[in-house]
């Protein structure tokens, strides 16, 4: 073999291969499967044109994974599951098994390992977040926080199938929302403009970068006390945050100025209504860790209300365009305030189209 075969090629994009991961019973009826059903909820069983079934059992994790967990889920597909795993976007863990009376000892070997089986059907599934402070520089708080904290308060929901549709619940740790939309989704909002600090932004900033990163174009490079410095034009800052990464003196993070927001009736599917995006519903709510209990009363309120109300395998945006948005504060008992008035013209001239410079 020659040096250039020995060496190993990196894969700059794309997902691995799935096929050497996959079940066999999988594997075989690649594309011919004919129906499947739920048997319970965090069950699937799907059924083949040869006959050929596969149960596939669903169960939540912590999201943020450590390797102890990842080796206990291992440990418990190697003993109950014949060896084969797969994670769904929401990083729920499938075990799939080519045999009915494996199921039952499945579910109960994960279920008092601590993993609830369930997130299937007209559940409250999974709730994804964003990269928090893992991954991101811009967040005004640790999304999976606020995750944690709800997925023990809707744990009833995740493991029953009593919703009238799914719900998708997402978390996101700065308007810039990069998790995408959900039937609830709970976003911090940056509320006021980054204060600077000028002593420091000459030692510790890439200015170029800073006026770049701003997608109003709201900053300026500026001399301040005869030191190289930037402001801020206050009037076109949309409070994104987004400066705060490349320069840290620009400070936006803190209790007065990082809130969270409540939007609902986003989705993603095209299935019997288009993809929408959600809307504002409760703002300015206190970002209280690590619980946020003021954040946990309003997606209780909104998830009882759209139980209550909605007719069935309507999700909670097809309920609300179906009763009205008056009619679902009205239900919902929230204030309808200024803040869910989008005027904000400034957006035609001033958004920043382009990777260019600006002085
Ligand atoms: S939502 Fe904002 S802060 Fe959170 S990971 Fe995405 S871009 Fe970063
Ligand atoms: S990057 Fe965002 S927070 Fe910073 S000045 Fe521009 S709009 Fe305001």
Known sequence: MSTAEQLRHPIESGVPDPFPFMHPVLKKNYGAWVWHDRPRPGVLRHVAKNGDEVWTVRAGTQRQMDVFTIRTLCDIADRFAEGYVRFTTRSSIEFMVSAADKVAPLVEALTAAGFPVGGTGNSVTMISHTQGWLHCDIPGTDASGVVKSMMDMLHAEFVAEEMPNRVHIT???CQINCGGQGDISINVQYTKPPKINHDLVAKVCERPAVVARCPVA?????????KPSLEVDEQKC????ACYPPCPPMQINGADSTKIAVWVGGKHSNARSKPAFHKLVVANLPNNPPRWPEVAEVVRTILATYKANAKDYERIGEWIERIGWPRFFELTGFAFTRHHLDT????????NMSAHVRF
């Open 238 to 241: 949309v409070c994104c945050g």
């Open 344 to 351: 904000w013209t400034g957006a035609r001239k001033t958004m």
């Open 218 to 226: 709201a900053i300026r490079p500026a001399m301040v006390d005869g």
């Open 171 to 173: 978390t996101s740790c």
